[in-house]
Nanobody, 127 residues
């Protein structure tokens, strides 16, 4: 069982930055890949970035490459998403999710692959 809690969302100006955090419970967190997804009103949930259980592998959606950085600290059971150069198209609810295949990284963009989800944190951009 993994519980995930996101934080760090809020209102920021276009061009600004935010740092989202995903705090996890459970001893096995450090063995799971983690994905950050987002969902805007009327749109499907989409992968933003993913990171392997060790932190050695990451992947990003094309529109986030060079702007967003995903990192993890297994000692603290956290995964962070640093979002820079935020754009008017970035507002959404951002979720972190765990892919509980043991020590195996898929970095899948398919939400059905992820077994546990947080409640989400809202990101709003002012222009």
């Amino acid at each position: 069982q993994v519980q995930l809690v996101e934080s760090g969302g809020g209102l920021v100006q276009a061009g600004g930055s935010l740092r989202l955090s995903c705090a996890a419970s459970g001893r096995t967190f450090s063995r799971y890949g983690i994905g950050w997804f987002r969902q805007a009103p009327g749109k499907e949930r989409e992968l933003v970035a993913a990171i392997s259980w060790s932190g050695d592998n990451t992947n990003y959606a094309d529109s986030m490459k060079g702007r967003f950085i995903i990192t993890r600290d297994n000692a603290k059971n956290t995964v962070c998403l640093r979002m820079n150069s935020l754009k008017p198209e970035d507002p959404a609810v951002y979720y972190c999710a765990a892919d509980t295949v043991w020590e195996y990284y898929r970095g899948s963009p398919r939400s059905r692959v992820y077994d546990y989800w947080g409640q989400g944190t809202q990101v709003t951009i002012s222009t």
